[in-house]
Structure formats: C-alpha cells, structure tokens
C-alpha cells in the first residue's frame, strides 16, 4: 500500500529517499517508544519511584520484543494512538508487579512526541550533512565555471551578462542560511516532551524534575521546563526551515531547467531522463523535481501551521495532522538534497 | 518505508483506508498501464496501423507480466516517467518484429494519465458507495433520534434548542450535494488521454480520432477531441469535490467532539478510544480524525490548484507534484468516509 | 491603508479591479444587507407577521440611510458583525412601534450570507461575461494564428512542431469547461439564508417557509428548504471554481512568458512593461502575472476549505476566515480575466 | 475599494489594524521608495559616481514630492512596478543634468525591496512591543489567578484538574519563544537590496561595495555581501515568524473559546459580543478571531514559500505573489496581538 508517492515502491528514486524514510518505519517508530520507556524506568528506579528491580525486568521485556503489528494497528484505530495498545503487548512480557513500573507516570504524548524528537534529531543530522554536500558541490561548480560568462534574465527576458559564479552564489548562499536555521531548529525540537496525564507530572510528587532531567541527560534530548504537549510552535518553525531548503532548491532547479532548455543551451545536463516518445530528448528531470518538491513542502507547511491551534491539553485532531504531514516534509526535504546533490554534480555551464 | 502516516501499517485504520489504497498499489499501476497498452494494440491493429498479429504477441507477453520493480524505480529515477523502463521489460518479451508495434504512436502521459482514470473511475465508485452509506446511516439516526431536544450553540454559546433532526440535516444535506459533485466530475475524470508525443497524434496520420474512439470505448472511458495532457482542471476539479467531502464530514466531526465533551454531554459514544494514563477516559477518536481529515486535504487541495500551471506541452514539476498529492486525497477521503460511518451509526443523542 | 494589494491605490490596474472590488465596498455591502432587511419585513407583512404599515416606515428609514461608518466598525471589533450595530442606527430612524419589526425573528447571519449571495450573484455575471470575451479573443486568435507552426516543449525541452492551433485549443478549452463549473455553483451560491438565531425560524411559527419563499422570490434568489449557515459546501465549491479559472489563465501566463523568451521568441507581445534598469526590455507582464494570480487563489483556496469545519450552529472562527479570503478570491479572478483577455488581444505567434 | 477584509473600513477593529496597516499604504511606500533614492544620490555623489551638487537637486525635488497616484497606478499596470512611473514623475522635477543622476544603477528591485525592508523595521518593532504587552498582560494573569484550579481536558474531555498557571505557562511560553525568532528575523529583514539591473552593480566599476555599504549605514540596514533579489529564503522565513506567533495566539483563543463554553464555564470574559437574535448571549468574539487569523495566516505562509521559487535573476511573477501576501500577514499579526491583548486583560478565571 502506498498512496503517498514519497513512500511508493517506484518512485523512491524520484521523490523519495531510503534513509530518510527509514526513521519513520514502524521498527524505528517502536525502538523510539521503547527508548523512551527504558529510560523513564531508570530514572525512577534511581529516584526511587520504582523499585530498582523493574529496570532488568522491563529491559529484559523491552529487547528482543517483536510487536503484533496488527494488533497495534488495531488499538491505534481504537484509541488514536499507539501506546495503549503496545503497552499491553508490552506488559503481557512482564510478571505481574512489574507490569505497573513500566510506563509509570507518563501519558501517550511522552513516549510519542519523545519517540519522534529522538528521529527527528537523526533526520537533522542526515539533511544537515547533505545541505553540507550541496554547499561544496556548489562551491566547486563555482571553482570550476564561475568566470563563464551567460546571459542574465529578470522577468523571463535577457538582460545583460553576468558570471556563472554571480548565479551559483545566489544558489549557495541561501543553502547556508538554511543550514544555520536548521542548527537552530535543534533546540526546538530535539526536546524531551514528559508532563503525565495533563503535562503536570502530578504521579511523581517533587521528583518530576529530576526524573525528567535524568531522561533527558539519558536519551541526549533537552530538559525543558515544563513538557510542551500543546506548544506545537516548535514543530511548525522546524516545518518551516525544511520548507525554506526546499524552496532554496526548487529555485536552483528552476533556474537550471530554465537554462537547460533547448534554445537557451546556458547550462548542459551530463544525463538527462528519457523519453517513450522521443528518443532524441535528454528531460531535466533532477531539476523539475526539485521545484516539484519545494511546491510540495510549501503546500504542507501549511498544515503543519493550522496544526498549531491545539485544543486544551491534548488536541486529537491537529496532532494527528502533524503525524500525517511531518514525515512527509522530511522526506521530501532529503530527496530534494539527493536530487540537488545530482544536479549540483552534473552541470556545467557551457563556454561560448 | 512509510512515511506517510496513509500508508503506514500502524496507522491503515485511522487515516488509512486499505481498499482505497490498493488503487495505488504497483500492481494496481502495472494492470493499469497494460490495460491502456493493450487497447491501444488492438484498436491500432483493427485500422491496420499495426498487423494483426502484433495483438495476440502483445496479449501474450503481458500477460502474466511480472515487473521487475527495482529497475522500474531505477528508470523513474532517470526518466522521471516509469514508462521508458516498463517499455523495456516488456519488449524483452516480444519478439523483434512486435518491439515496436508495443506503445507505438504513444507517450508516456498518454499511458500514465489514462492508467490513473481507469483507478479513479474505481475511487470514485467506492467514494459514491460509501457517501451513500453515511447519508443512509444518518438517516436512520434522524428516524431513531431525531425528535430529541437539544441546545443549540453559536460562536461556542448556548443558544436556544433545536431538535436533534435539525443538526443531523445539517450534517447529512451537505453530503448529498457532495455526492453529487462527485458524480458530475466523472466526466472529468474518467477520460482517455492518447495524444502522442505532443498531443496531436502524428504518428497516427488521419487515423488518430478512430483509433481513441474505440480505446476509450475498450476501457469504458470518454472520449474527448483532443487530449487534455497540460489541461489539469478537471483533475483539480475532482480534488476540489475530494476536500468538500472530507471537509462536510470534518464539520460532522467537529459537532460530534462539541457536543460530547464531558461538560455538554448531548452525544453518547458507543464506544470511545482508551488513554494510557486516564483510564476512565472515552476519546471522541473518529470525530477528531474527521477534523484531521478534512484539514489535510483542504491542505493538499492548494498544491492540487498549484499544479494546474503547467508549462507548455507537459511539465515534469506540476504533473508530479499530482502524483504526491491526490492519490492522499483519495485514500484520505476513503478514511473519512469510512470512520464518518463509523460515528454515525456509532453515536446517540441524548434524551433527559 | 491598504494591506492587501489588491485593494491599494497602486495596484488596482495589476492585480486589483474595480469593478469586482465596488461589489465588496462599504457601500455595496450596506445596500445589500438594506436589501435584505426591506425584502423581510415585506414578506412578513403580507402574512401579518408584521403590520402592513411598518413595511412604509421601514421602506423610509432604510432608504438615504447613511452610515455612522466609525460606529459601525466599533461595533463589528465588539460583536464580530456587522448586524447589531447597523439595526441600533436604522431603529433610531424609526418610530419606536416598528422598531421591533426590523429583523424581526432574523440573525445576523441571515442578513450577511444572503446580502452576500447578492453580490456574489453579480460577480458570477462579471466573471461569466469576462470569461466569454476571453474565449472570444483566443479564438479570434486561433482564426488569425492557428495555423502558425511552432515548436512544442515537453518538461522543459523542444520536441516536437505543433500548430498554434493546438496550443490555443489548450488554453481555451479550460475555460470553457470552467465557464460552465462557474454556471453550476450559482445554485451554490445565490440562496437565500433566513433561518432564524439558529436555523428554526423559531419566531415565525408556521410562516417561516411562505415567508421565505416570498423573500427569496423578491430578491432573486433560490429558495431552499433550510438555511445553509452552517453548511459552507457551497461557498467552498464557488471559491474553487474561481481557482479553476485562475489556474487555467496561469497555465495560459506560463505559457507565454516561457514562448516570449528572448532566446524562444515564438510569440511576440505588442506591448511590455519597461524596466527602470534596461530600458531596451519588453516584459512580459500580464503574463506574469497571470501566473501570480493562479498561485494566489490556489493558496487561498486551501483557506476556504479550512473554513467548512464550522462549530455547531455557528462559527465565529470559520465565518470570519471566509470574510477574508472570498473576496480577494473574486477580485483576483477578475483582474486575471481583465489581464488574459489583454494578453489574448496583444499577443502573436511569429511566422517564420 | 476594499475587498480584503484586512483593510475594510468595517473590520478595520476586527481583523485589521490601523497602525501596521499605515505602513503599507501609498505614502508610506512613496516615503521609503524616496528614502533609498535619496541614500544612493549621497552615496553615490560622496564617492564621486554623480556630482555633488546633484544631491542637494534631487533632495530639493523629493521634498514635497505628491505623486499622481492615478499615473503611478497606471505605470504599475504597465511595467508591473511603480518605479519606471516614480522616477518619470520625479525626474519631471529635476533640471535635465540631474535626471541621470537619480536612481544612477540602480534597478526597480533594489528601490522596492529596500523599501519593504524600511518598512518592516517598523513591523517588527510594533509586533515585539506588542508582544511584549501580551506576555506581560498574561503574567499578570498568572499572578493574579494562576492558584485557581480548573479541569484540564485531552482530546476533548475532562481529564485530571490542573492549575490555571500551567494552562496560562503554556500560552505565554510559545510568544516568548516566537518573539527570539522575530528578532533573530531582523538579520533576514533589515537587509539593503542593491545591486542594479541583475544583481552585479555593474554601472558602479569597483565602488558598488563601498557605496552600497554607506547606503546600508545611512538607512539603517545591514550591508550584505551581494543582493538578494532572487534569494527569498529571508522574507518567506519572516513570514513563517509571523504565522508562529497567530498560531500561538490561535491555540491561546481556542482555549478560551472552549473554556468560555456556556456548559464549562472555566473562564469569564469581561465583555463579550452582542447577538442580534439573542440578547442574552455574550460571545467570545476575540477568541474566535484569533483562531480565525492563525488560520488565515498559515494559509497565506504557502503562498509565500511557493514565491521562493524565483526564476532566475528576477521573477514577476514569484515577487508579485510576496506583495499580494505579505502584507496582509504583517497586519494580521499586529491585529492579532492587539486582540491577544484585550483578550488577556478581560478574561478571569473563575474560581468555585
């Protein structure tokens, strides 16, 4: 099954990306969650609100633990999410007096929201490298062709002359920019979310901070004061960086589709896609994907934003929609570097 | 690999649907993409513009066609189309003289774009099906509750009361006029579009408009004068029928979620889902996701509009930004549909 | 002030246009809801609801009503409508016994959809008449140019020689079908709401469908068989048939200003807008700017869908956002119509 | 003329705002377009590009400068910008040595760019202020009412009670973090835009750098390295600081809307809105209308990413897009704030 193309089985290569999509398969989704109930069972057995024999005991449950994905389909249909049903799988690992200890004091939206920081801090990484790639790729096509001379053009006509390093630095410079918003983004969304039922940790009298500290300094997440369940402007500004690097792109891959085109013959594709009708055609294809996925990431940042307006203390229905656009969006966002990376690599700005 | 949340095996019965999601299915595509193949050799070899024994070659060599999917990704990835690297498989299994009767007068977008009818012609069946099912179901709800009292609210304030009869026609009246829509974009949607290379058909000499009449009769699609390769409105048009149904059932969701919080109490769920960490709790779950469903389609319904600025004879860009998007409004919509008759038949309103 | 561009002094000739704006000034709005309130107590009178002497008293204090326009923007920032403040400077024009027989058993709703089905009847004429005389001009266009031969360009690159013929056929097709789209949704759209504070009637016992039958025949408009407040279907349908048209133009702006290239040159405008810059260049600007229009309503567009999730009997939330959104929508179908049909009247396929 | 709502002399207290508003209008653009040009003229004469007694000329011919909007707004639907029109209006002005010496290399982009920026200085500094006063009003709510306990609702029912602190710690927390965006955006906004007809200063021989450098000094704004008139990563990220803070301001008037809910009662509005139908109704008009405005603003927020994909070195179309966009995002947020901050100083929490 594979409605969205970005996970679709043909065009991984086009619009999607292995690695990226790796961090939202159901096995990285469940070794989140399991992260964060690992950790949360050592910090209260250090703090004393379990007893310290339920970490081997929950460990033990935890590692080799293969889930009844079905079933767990089956209780996210029920509930609206994962844990309560993956909790009873869980438990029905663990002897009775420890079934309690797992899971003690927190609700869904820790494990989940935690369980994604813990990916999206890996997906950060993996785009902040290949932002890295672009930048360099970009930095030697300018090293190579950057004295070429080609002609301007503002509004779709020539204008005057210009470098080819004037151009590729209009490429790069923005890419660089993206990185540092990106970097910035860590902070917001690399956070350990952890408040309890209503985002009071009320279960764990006067050691909710500390507990929440120790998980933090565990799992390498933020400790943030208070757990920022309904506080979605973290999430939504992280959307936003990805749809700047997006956009940055799919200005790059106009401009070369642009220049590629066949009486304008500024720019040369070492390769270009073939045609079922014409076989004389070499189609820009990395550089109309490109603008393909910064419309796509512009159009769901949308969404991430409505998302914002969160009911009361836990909102169903706009954190659903985070679920159904984020991973999307990092997704699209690592293709667009792959596909900016190609294009970057097998250009070359022709000599008259 | 599933990063979207349509397609994800935890999520298949929250925003999931598995039938409507088969339709986008690599088999379901390949059937597809072979139909229009197929008919497109035998109307050719009935006016004599491919032998007639090109037909039982070509019938022979797909059927039983198994695709090998890795190097079809890779051919997307190149071409941007799957069909260069489809065409490739299959004419490996004809003999030389057949190679090029397979596909002949054809391009990618005639097969790739009439492949997609043939499947939305199927989602808008099942889509009308279901609609229908939720107008009867609340109907029934009408005929069992519709007499109760109840208060009704504007701007979030009690108001005065209504009946139970005027909400659920508020809820029901929309759907039918969407049904409707729906229906009337059929003849937007279930089109063949065979147009060659540049949509003139040029290789098919006088030829063209009898050969496609008897395609398009073949698949039980319309034909049109001309094809309607850059011409998207009526795919954006049967989006905008997509979000208006999605949207009808969100505004249903909403009410429901309203009038059944703790402190209103005028709906009785059946059934609600469970809280990991507030046991006593019954979550509105399908009501919320029918908020999330109608907000990710209005969503994805602006890219759907963005896509109709097509360049020229065919864009890379826009006709695959489609590819991302409406297939998650097809299956979105299926979701809604289904949990919308989950809700309805699921709910009762309140007697004192 | 005038934020929105559409709306400012200087833009009006590029993306505003007079004549749909008029339909949304102050002006137009007041005679509108006027309209509404007179067509009521009328109505009402004929079926002694109200005494026949207060329609002359009302007809009198409506008629050279001038607006306290500061007080009735004060009372829009208190009561989030128009309709409280406008009754309190209407009623003190009457005498104290008809003052209860203005708006008598009406919402404010009532009066602001149905004054705005008044007016957006007259945008659907603007648009619907513009419309045919851009169908017109293309296809005096294709009479002139059709049989130029130019080249056609697929994803960005030459491929194959067309007629100009085929490439006007694309542009104008669309909005044939869009004219008709546009033609549908009047049913949508001029309806005549009278409901009552929450859709009953609750006021007019068992006069409410005779007198609304009555009102919708006096003010030409369809008379349904509930109020629609809460059902926002129709006005999303009606704003997605706008972007239906704007998409079409923009594809129709894209097109040009990819052949109008200095470097393409198959077409040639008879007029460019001048650079401050190079004052040797013709820009392409209507077409351009088609484009921006065609973006601009597809985004929008994605609002007015979020709008159909409305709370309960009435959502202060969605209503608004409607307010902001629809209007500009029309506006911007309008100017891109004024803009396509300059660009259909200047432009020209170069002969060899 | 005022079909956006933004800028209707009627809602100008409702979603509007009369003093971000000022900052877009015809006078205040003419007062920045001349602030550049008059920067460039002492620039340019200081480093011996025009003569020196060129400045005391030109300034004498903008001082007092009205312009004829009707022939401005004619220009504009010409050439797509105002600035060919200006300087013909302008230069009428000068003696005829001195016309070359206005806007000497200088291109549209950089005049109407710069402008902008000039502009949106002031918008952030009345967006922070404004902020700030909504921080502090809710501190103060905090201290006067955090110790009340109230129900904390998840996913639309009661859960566990909570203390008003933590609901209001999770309202204030994200402006707080919204306003280090806006200012860390100053970087991205306050930016000269110099660099004549495509971006190189080519008219300047080698004291474009210096110039543009005491040009920045002289209007307050950052010197960067080159122009960024197609690097549109900085505006688009504005605009999503923006659509953070209505976001955040949404999710704050959400959760009043539903605690004001006649049936929970948790919170108590000083003043609500008046209903013509129901005058025993006190409705949460400034709730709804944040809601409302973070909608409208996350809707808009696609528009302006999608304008990030600019072709080549200047695109009419993409730039259009921003003008009709952001501007109404700017006074969305200021209306936003100055309805956050009635709206914290008029609720109370009610305690039992």
Chains 1, 2, 3, 4 share one sequence.
């Not at 062709?145 to 209009?170: C, N, W, Y």
């Not at 970097?183 to 969304?189: F, I, M």
């Not at 979310?193 to 500390?210: P, Q, R, S, Y």
């Not at 220049?259 to 109309?288: C, D, F, W, Y």
């Amino acid at each position: 099954m594979s409605a969205a193309a970005i996970d679709h089985p043909f065009f991984t290569k086009l619009v999607g990306d292995k690695e990226a999509a790796s961090l939202f398969s159901a096995e990285a989704e469940i070794q989140a969650l399991l992260g964060f109930e690992l950790a949360l069972a050592r910090a209260q057995a250090k703090h004393g609100i379990i007893p310290e024999e339920a970490v081997p005991a929950i460990e033990a449950a935890l590692s080799g633990f293969t889930p009844d994905v079905e079933a767990l389909a089956e209780g996210i249909g029920n509930d609206g999410v994962i844990v309560p049903a993956l909790l009873k799988q869980l438990r029905s690992r663990l002897d009775t007096p420890h079934r309690a200890h797992l899971h003690f004091g927190a609700t869904s939206q820790d494990v989940i929201d935690t369980g994604l920081a813990l990916r999206l801090a890996e997906a950060i990484t993996l785009i902040d490298t290949r932002l890295g790639h672009v930048i360099d790729s970009l930095g030697a096509l300018e090293q190579r062709d950057g004295a070429v001379e080609l002609m301007a053009h503002t509004r779709m006509q020539a204008a005057i002359p210009v470098s080819a390093r004037r151009k590729i630095t209009s490429w790069r410079d923005p890419l660089i920019r993206d990185r540092a918003r990106l970097a910035a983004s860590r902070d917001d969304v690399e956070v350990l979310h952890f408040g309890g039922a209503v985002g009071t940790l009320e279960k764990l009298g006067d050691k909710g901070t500390i507990v929440a500290a120790d998980m933090a300094n565990d799992l390498q997440l933020r400790h943030v004061d208070h757990p920022r369940h309904t506080e979605r402007d973290g999430i939504a500004s992280f959307a936003s960086a990805l749809s700047l690097i997006t956009g940055s792109l799919g200005k790059f891959g106009q401009d070369v589709a642009l220049m590629a085109q066949s009486e304008v013959g500024e720019i040369e594709l070492a390769t270009g896609g073939g045609s079922s009708a014409m076989p004389h055609k070499k189609n820009p294809v990395p550089a109309e994907v490109l603008v393909t996925l910064a419309r796509f990431n512009a159009t769901l940042l949308a969404g991430m934003h409505q998302s914002i307006v969160h009911e009361n203390e836990r909102s169903g229905a706009a954190w659903t929609l985070e679920w159904m656009i984020l991973p999307q969006m990092v997704v699209g966002t690592a293709a667009a570097l792959r596909l900016g990376l190609m294009l970057a690599e097998n250009i070359s700005f022709k000599r008259d």
